[in-house]
């Protein structure tokens, strides 16, 4: 039974993680329309001024994708990580938004590759409906904060203005 559990996560995981790569595309696409860059900048916005980060931060960056919110997040800190499921993101990332205080890492968020308790901030923005472990995400993101760090997470509002026009 376990070996059958194993074999079904190994192929989820597989078609999760050709799901992640075909979506960069998505994102690129979607990002140029001036609403949705409006609504995503204003949720990173929300969640970096809930994080409260400063200057000497770490930040961790949680499923970072195509990077829209490095510039805004990485002025405010000391050092912004990106971590995505996605080559294709991570390699988008390097190539528009590399400076000197930020990295881009390709990792799954369950198995992250970093020391307990690096990070001062960790963010779990638009991941945690994605994914078939949410628990385990935020284990793993708890294990790689300082024990007074902070983690924000967010969710998409599927009873939005832009939701509710999209299914009708």
Known sequence: MKKRRSRNFTKMN???????????????????????????????LHATEMANIRKTNNVLDVGCGIGYQISLISRKCGSYFGVDFSQ????????????????????????????????????????????LFPEKILQEAKRVLKDDGRIVVSVPNVRSLYFSKKRY
């Open 88 to 131: 294709t993101a991570i390699k988008y990332c390097m190539e528009n938004f590399h400076n000197k205080k930020s990295k881009f890492i390709k990792a799954d968020a369950l198995r992250l590759p970093f020391r307990k308790g690096f990070f001062d901030v960790v963010l779990l923005m638009d991941i945690l409906e994605n994914t």
């Open 14 to 44: 597989d078609l999760q993680k050709k799901f992640f790569e075909e979506d960069v595309i998505r994102q690129r696409r979607y990002m140029r329309h001036p609403l949705h860059r409006y609504q995503k900048m204003k949720r990173y």
